[in-house]
């Protein structure tokens, strides 16, 4: 419970804090009473939702309660702490792990010492109190061993900076006047936890630890006095940050050159992109990511780049995401003018050198239980100028690896304003990397779905069918940019595609399909959102059913213009994209049954619905030798859900057909071989077949997702 004198204290702090956000709210805590696992992640969060206190995933948060033991009945101490793999930002009750702390102290007797770390987890398992927790992180011991309630272990920048510089342990002394103790770089594991417990016996009434290049350990009495001694301490350390930046040295040695001007950084990244997207996907096809923020911009601007992107990073969170040093990439932007295959010339060596570094550094680390080398390609690519190119298997992924290398260029600019920066030594960086631990936590993880690491653009997206392709491609793990003239509609599909699937995996964009210019920049927005594109839905459309005397040049105009010309712009886009990254791709047009079915009062939309899909056929045949698949899929009559109906284009059917609007959907299910109304999920169905690798050898073909119109049957 908070007692007046700190709601009190916590009522002056907002104010004090400049480099850290304080963010407690006495009423929200209060109304968890004395729940301490409640506060607990009511802390957790607070700090998680500060990436200057820890960055995503980082870092690990505890408390000790007493419990009451359920075979004895007597009270036990508990310590509930994040499970591996969470973050405290998002923690909930169910990420926890629940442990007796008296059998986490008994491991002590059965310990064999550094060279028997890993079997040390295992024994976690035998700990636990509480039978739903979540598999306990390799950090366990190093909270259950130390004796506070409250315990925070982040990764702060402002203090890996003072950790990870070479005078980092006379620093730490000076600045917290002896109330931090300092134990040096050790892999996280049984005996580090050892060491907090030794460091605090030898240094009674410390309130933190530092660990050497990694991170950071306070504490309290209660979740509140945790929560503010943490803030105190990175506060401390971001303001001594602060007053040295410049003082001994320009930051990072000053600019050797001059960033691009924004709108030129966009272009050129834009340009580039695909190019390195298909380099980065040659073992395996990755996602991109493009930042220019200004903090990286300093850092490859400057005239101290050379001396610390090759050192590589020091907190073991940073390398296990971005590898252990980036690519700068040397490119001058006239060569973005020339050819494909004269850009691919001047970038592919650099590639391959960072391969065979990547390869040899692996060769020179691995022991003989060491897993394989994995994909040697960088994850972190520099372009001096421009900004910074990350590339893994996913968006988020990918984001989160620009976010942690952006960590690591705080710490590299803060070591070297207060001394000089030190990165992990080659060996225990490996040692991390392709920790056998680590490795299994790898193989743990769930089976990708059929198209995770392909990137979509839908036209028409924000539409029933559209919408539905854009949907079905989501569940199934692709990035999908949807496009549509519509930008409400538009709006609405993002919120709630990010309620669906997370904010990383979407975007959309406004663009008309008669519009060249529009349709280049939406794909270039598709290049510096995702990286490139795999596969493209031409879903745009309208439809207008009237008699040969009645259809206008108008009608006829807008038909020809939306339909065919439309499928033409947008796929004369994509392909140039697709083969610049040259990792093949599909192209699915949505058509129609009246391509192949004569039927009355279509004259219009039957002709422009036939030279779609003849124009499927001549890019499938021209396409083939780069990999780019065409096919067609064929709905008809999908009425519920699809803004084709929303126009006239129901009563000039019901008419046609000499109907009702309202018996329309019968009358479409009794004219089919299946007796079926067709639904947009139906259309979506029909377009995930053709990308999902099933049939990732068929080119130039038709579904019909009809029902079955037996006048349209192809063969």
């Not at 506060?39 to 000790?64: I, P």
């Not at 509480?130 to 061993?145: C, E, R, V, W």
């Not at 298909?278 to 001396?307: C, P, W, Y």
Request: glycine share 8%; charged share 25%; hydrophobic share 40%.
């Amino acid at each position: 419970m908070i007692n007046n004198q700190e709601t009190n204290m916590s009522s002056s702090k907002v104010s004090q804090y400049r480099y850290v956000s304080y963010l407690w709210d006495e009423e929200k805590a209060a109304s968890l009473g004395d729940d301490q696992v409640a506060l607990l992640l009511y802390r957790s969060n607070l700090l998680g939702a500060d990436l200057r206190l820890t960055n995503y995933a980082g870092g690990n948060t505890s408390c000790k309660t007493i419990e009451k033991d359920p075979l004895t009945g007597n009270p036990v101490e508990v310590m509930w702490i994040k499970g591996s793999g969470g973050d405290i930002g998002t923690l909930t009750r169910s990420g926890l792990a629940g442990l007796y702390v008296d059998r986490l102290h008994s491991l002590k007797n059965i310990y064999r010492g550094l060279e028997f770390e890993d079997e040390m987890v295992e024994l976690f398992n035998h700990c636990i109190y509480d039978l739903k927790s979540k598999a306990p992180s390799i950090d366990t011991p190093l909270h259950g061993l130390l004796p506070f309630k409250h315990i925070d272990h982040l990764h702060p920048d402002a203090l890996i900076a003072i950790a990870a510089s070479k005078e980092g342990e006379a620093i730490t002394k000076e600045l917290f006047n002896g109330e931090l103790a300092w134990v040096p770089w050790q892999r996280p594991g049984f005996d580090l936890g050892l060491q907090l417990e030794q460091a605090l016996n030898d240094n009674p009434g410390i309130r933190g630890i530092v660990l050497g290049g990694h991170g950071l350990f306070t504490w309290g009495d209660t979740a509140y006095e945790s929560y503010i001694n943490t803030l105190d301490t990175i506060e401390r350390a971001s303001e001594y940050l602060a007053e040295n930046y410049g003082k001994k040295r320009p930051v990072f040695g000053g600019a050797r050159l001059e960033s691009e001007p924004k709108e030129r950084r966009a272009s050129i990244a834009g340009k580039l992109a695909p190019y390195l997207r298909g380099l980065a996907s040659e073992q395996q096809a990755m996602i991109g990511h493009f930042t220019d923020d200004e903090r990286v911009l300093e850092f490859i601007a400057s005239n101290d780049l050379d001396k610390l992107a090759p050192l590589g990073t020091s907190c073991p969170d940073h390398f296990l995401r971005t590898k252990i040093r980036p690519l700068v990439l040397d490119l001058p932007f006239e060569k973005l003018e020339a050819a494909d295959a004269e850009i691919l010339d001047h970038i592919r060596p650099q590639f391959e050198a960072y391969r065979a570094d990547y390869i040899a550094y692996y060769e020179r680390c691995k022991h003989s239980n060491s897993p394989a080398v994995r994909d040697p390609n960088p994850v972190i690519i520099l372009l001096p100028g421009v900004g910074m190119f990350s590339f893994a298997k996913d968006k988020q992924t990918a984001r989160v690896a620009a976010e942690f290398y952006i960590n690591a260029i705080n710490v590299m600019k803060g070591a070297e304003a207060i001394s000089s920066y030190v990165s992990l030594p080659e060996q225990e960086a490996f040692d991390i990397e392709y920790w056998l631990l680590e490795e299994a936590k790898l193989q743990r993880m769930p089976k990708e779905k059929s198209v995770s690491r392909k990137v979509a653009f839908v036209t028409g997206g924000s539409g029933g069918i559209g919408k539905a392709i854009a949907q079905k491609l989501l569940q199934e793990g692709a990035c999908v940019v949807i496009s549509d003239i519509d930008e409400k509609a538009l709006a609405e599909t993002k919120a709630e595609f990010d309620a669906k699937f997370g904010k990383d995996f979407s975007d959309t964009t406004v663009a008309n399909v008669l519009d060249d210019e529009a349709i280049k920049a939406a794909l270039h927005a598709t290049k510096l959102k995702y990286g490139g594109l795999d596969i493209v839905v031409n879903c745009a459309g309208l439809s207008i059913s009237k008699p040969l005397a009645d259809t206008t040049i108008k009608d006829w105009d807008i038909l020809q213009d939306v339909l065919v010309k439309g499928q033409f712009l947008v796929s004369q886009e994509s392909v140039a994209i697709m083969r610049q990254q040259g990792l093949g791709g599909d192209i699915i047009n949505i058509a129609s049954k009246n391509g192949i079915v004569s039927g009355p009062n279509n004259v219009a939309y039957g002709t422009a619905k036939a030279a779609q899909q003849h124009m499927s056929r001549l890019l499938a045949a021209e396409l083939g030798p780069d990999k780019i698949r065409v096919n067609v899929v064929n709905p008809d009559a999908v009425i519920a859900g699809s803004k084709i109906w929303e126009s006239g284009w129901a009563a000039g059917r019901a008419k046609a057909y000499g109907i009702k609007v309202e018996e329309l959907p019968a009358y479409y299910a009794k004219r089919t071989v299946l007796n079926a109304e067709i639904h947009t999920d139906d259309i979506a169905n029909g377009v995930y077949i053709f990308v999902s690798g099933l049939l990732n050898k068929s080119t130039g073909n038709v579904i019909n997702v009809d029902g079955g119109v037996p006048a349209a049957f192809l063969r």
